[in-house]
């Protein structure tokens, strides 16, 4: 499991590759938060690769969507596959976060 | 190919991922659907070792973990024995979607125990103490 870090103009895109749970959630915690530390407002998290995310992982997101919108700015979804979306709808989490079914759907009007 | 499983880890939350795996490949060779292979039973499984872990033995990573396993074609049971005193599982019952909760950073690791299992119980072990959570889940 691992987190990679690219960017398109002002967007710092994170790929997740494998899961995001307890173990790894302030890894991805800390890496975001230092991007919003060096002026980023705008992250979009990729979850194409993604495995299944925990309650810490989704906790994480939420604790990092506060974060951003405190700043002014956004945290963005996209490639949640059937299985992380009905995640997301069962914990209404998909009410918190613009999701994207793809990349360039997630970055539109970013 | 039925399968079962018995492991002891530390409370550390590094070694959930390993177990999980484990149980998922038996869930696989037996044939689950990938519904379950692929989120409620890592969910699920990974709620009860983080609650065992951080609630049950407080993070000391000199108590223990205990898994049992049971796997086969019609349904998986999991118990895992902490050293604790045990959670209280009507917390289950606080719905983590409403307006007031969803915002929260915690909170969903009970609901999701619940909504991807069939059964969740809860009992202390008679012999060596602690607090066990058994959860099954049907194939069905």
């Not at chain 1, 919003?36 to 309650?55: E, M, N, P």
């Not at chain 2, 086969?72 to 959670?87: K, Y």
């Amino acid at each position: 499991m691992s987190f990679r870090t690219v960017r398109h103009q002002d967007v710092v895109i994170v790929e997740v590759d494998g899961q995001l749970i307890v173990s790894n959630r302030q890894e991805l915690k800390q890496l975001i938060l230092d991007e919003v530390a060096a002026g980023t407002r705008k992250v979009l998290i990729d979850f194409a690769r993604a495995g299944y995310i925990d309650s810490s992982g989704l906790g994480v997101l939420v604790s990092l969507a506060k974060r951003l919108r405190e700043e002014d700015g956004e945290l963005r979804l996209a490639n949640l596959n059937d299985d992380l979306r009905s995640l997301f709808e069962l914990t209404k989490l998909d009410t918190l976060f613009r999701i994207g079914d793809t990349r360039e759907r997630g970055l539109d009007q970013f | 190919m039925d399968g079962a499983l018995e492991r002891s880890i530390p409370s550390d939350v590094q070694y959930i991922e390993g177990i999980v795996a484990e149980i998922v490949a038996h869930c696989t060779a037996v044939g689950f659907p990938p519904r379950l292979i692929a989120r409620n039973v890592p969910v699920a499984v990974t709620e009860a070792l983080v609650n065992a872990i951080r609630y049950g033995n407080a993070d000391d990573s000199a108590k223990v973990v205990r898994i049992r396993a049971r796997i086969d074609r019609h349904s998986l049971v999991v118990e895992v024995a902490d050293e604790g005193e045990g959670f209280d599982l009507q917390l289950a019952l606080r719905d983590p979607t409403t307006p007031e909760r969803i915002e929260a950073e915690d909170g969903r690791g009970l609901f999701l125990m619940h909504a991807f299992t069939d059964r969740v119980e809860q009992f202390r072990d008679g012999d060596a103490g602690g607090n066990v959570v058994r959860l099954t889940v049907h194939c069905a």
